[in-house]
Nanobody, 120 residues
Framework: QVQLVESGGGLVQPGGSLRLSCAAS????????MDWYRQAPGKQRELVAA???????NYADSVKSRFTISRDNAKNTVYLQMNSLKPEDTAVYYC??????????????WGQGTLVTVSS
C-alpha cells in the first residue's frame, strides 16, 4: 500500500519560514519524481516545486529564490523549505510521487495535503 504523509504545515506570519516534509512508503522512492503542489481556495492546483529521480529541481516562478525542494532517498522523504512566506502562499500543499515506465505506464500518488496559512 502506497502512502505519502505530509507534515509541517501551520500558521506563520508574513516573512516567516516553514519546512514541509513528505514521508513515502510502499514505493521504490528513488525511482520516483517527487513534487510539491498547492491549491488555494477557489483556485486550481498548481505545481510549486519538483525534484526528479535524477536530482534535477524545478520551481514555479512565484516561489523561485524563496522555496527549496530536497529529497533524502535514504529516508524516503522529500522536503520543501519555504522562506519569506507571503499571504499568497496560503494553500493546501500536496506531495506527489510520479513515475513513467518505458512502456508508458504511469504511476502517480498523492498525499492528503497539509494546510499552510500565511497571515498576521
Amino acid at each position: 500500500q502506497v502512502q505519502l504523509v505530509e507534515s509541517g504545515g501551520g500558521l506563520v506570519q508574513p516573512g516567516g519560514s516553514l519546512r514541509l516534509s513528505c514521508a513515502a512508503s510502499g514505493i521504490f522512492f528513488s525511482a520516483f519524481n517527487m513534487d510539491w503542489y498547492r491549491q488555494a481556495p477557489g483556485k486550481q492546483r498548481e505545481l510549486v516545486a519538483a525534484a526528479s529521480s535524477g536530482g534535477r529541481t524545478n520551481y514555479a516562478d512565484s516561489v523561485k529564490s524563496r522555496f527549496t525542494i530536497s529529497r533524502d532517498n535514504a529516508k524516503n522523504t522529500v522536503y520543501l523549505q519555504m522562506n519569506s512566506l507571503k499571504p499568497e502562499d496560503t494553500a493546501v500543499y500536496y506531495c506527489n510521487a510520479d513515475r513513467t515506465l518505458t512502456d508508458g505506464t504511469i504511476y502517480t500518488y498523492w498525499g492528503q495535503g497539509t494546510l499552510v496559512t500565511v497571515s498576521s
